[in-house]
């Protein structure tokens, strides 16, 4: 089992930054990509971004060249650093991994308003 814990979510501005960080514990060998998706009230769960254990990345349109992940793989974290938040960043920020099954975190609310 993994268990993922979230942190780094709050209320900034338009055009603000914020950084998500995701400590993964428990059997985290093997894990392979980690990942953030988001969702808004009403809305479905989307893919923010992803990147593998060997430093890949991939992201949403809708945030690419604003947000950046990444991964320490010794500290067993993932990061996500985003910049010119938007009104529509507004969500519930998840971290998930995969080892064979999906696993995912409680969620970090990142609320973007002026």
């Known amino acids: 089992q993994v268990q993922l814990v979230e942190s780094g979510g709050g209320l900034v501005q338009p055009g603000g930054s914020l950084r998500l960080s995701c400590v993964a514990s428990g059997s985290t060998l093997n894990i392979g990509s980690m990942g953030w998706y988001r969702q808004a009230p009403g809305k479905q769960r989307e893919l923010v971004a992803l990147?593998?254990?060997?430093?890949?990345?991939n992201y949403g349109d809708s945030v690419k060249g604003r947000f950046t992940i990444s991964r320490d793989n010794a500290k067993n974290t993932v990061y996500l650093q985003m910049n010119s938040l938007k009104l529509e960043d507004t969500a519930v920020y998840y971290c998930n991994a995969r080892q064979g099954k999906v696993y995912w975190g409680q969620g970090t609310q990142v609320t973007v308003s002026s």
């Open positions: 990147i593998t254990n060997g430093g890949s990345t």
